[in-house]
């Protein structure tokens, strides 16, 4: 079991270090099981306990092909371990892929082409600088409505010397539409649910899947700021995504993903 355990101490050092150098992801999921049921086509998934912070090195939720062919909701560690790698702890930044190059590069070209998921959200946190000070101010995004969406992700299953299997994913990235780019040039990509096949299949044609990558429209999702207290994956409250007053300052850049 140590390298399950150096595996989880590597990815909670990352959310560490990432947050700290301006390259961690943070996004919540507070539907109800009934709710990502109807929006994934799922069959009676399990009970969803709401989460306002989720965090690399955290289980989530994603949804893939089972055998069969047909949905499945199962939880995934956050923060790809490829399936070459001799160490899981060499993958510790692997939480966030360009959807512009993933489907060459080593780490995620074999999930690219057969491990497609679904990251179930309903909302993601980008931070603003403020001015010219060290000051950021988190920001809430999210679709109308508050309902559920798919981020673009891709898992892989890697086996540990001590036989301990790890399920992990990472979430695919696109440059930032007109709502996010004021924080960030880069935002994850959210698919439209008319797409979901395509993405999950296998069997899709390579240049039609890659077209899905695209940002978000922007007059399909809105944001607000929110409290400081999500900067710590410690808080896991309500308040974290609930709206506060925007500082004075004109922000500059955002922080959270690349």
């Not at 001015?131 to 809430?140: E, F, R």
Request: hydrophobic letters at 45%; one cysteine or more; a positive charge.
């Amino acid at each position: 079991m140590w390298v399950t355990d150096l595996y989880l101490s590597a990815l909670a050092f990352a959310t560490r270090w990432c947050r700290l150098a301006g390259m961690c992801g943070r996004y919540s999921l507070t539907a109800t099981a009934a709710d990502v049921e109807a929006s994934f086509g799922l069959d009676a998934p399990p009970p969803l306990a709401p989460r306002y912070n989720i965090a690399p090195s955290q289980l989530v939720p994603i949804v893939r092909l089972g055998a069969s062919g047909t949905r499945e909701l199962v939880t995934v560690r956050w923060g790809l371990v490829p399936s070459f790698a001799r160490f899981a702890s060499g993958s510790r930044q692997l939480i966030n892929a360009r959807a512009e190059t993933a489907r060459d590069k080593p780490s995620f070209r074999a999930a690219w082409r057969a491990r497609r998921c679904l990251v179930v959200a309903d909302g993601f946190f980008e931070w603003q600088r403020q001015g010219a000070t060290k000051t950021k101010t988190p920001y809430y995004v999210y679709l109308p409505a508050h309902a559920p969406f798919a981020i673009a992700g891709l898992w892989e299953r890697w086996r540990t010397p001590d036989g301990t299997q790890i399920e992990s994913c990472v979430l695919l990235t696109t440059a930032a539409n007109a709502i996010v780019a004021p924080l960030h040039d880069r935002m994850p990509v959210i698919l439209a649910a008319r797409d979901y096949d395509v993405w999950l299949s296998p069997t899709s044609d390579p240049t039609r899947v890659q077209g899905l990558l695209v940002p978000l429209a922007a007059d399909a999702c809105l944001a607000h700021p929110v409290s400081r207290l999500v900067n710590s994956p410690a808080h896991d409250v309500p308040d974290c995504i609930a709206p506060t007053t925007a500082p004075a300052a004109t922000p500059t850049t955002g922080e959270l993903f690349r």
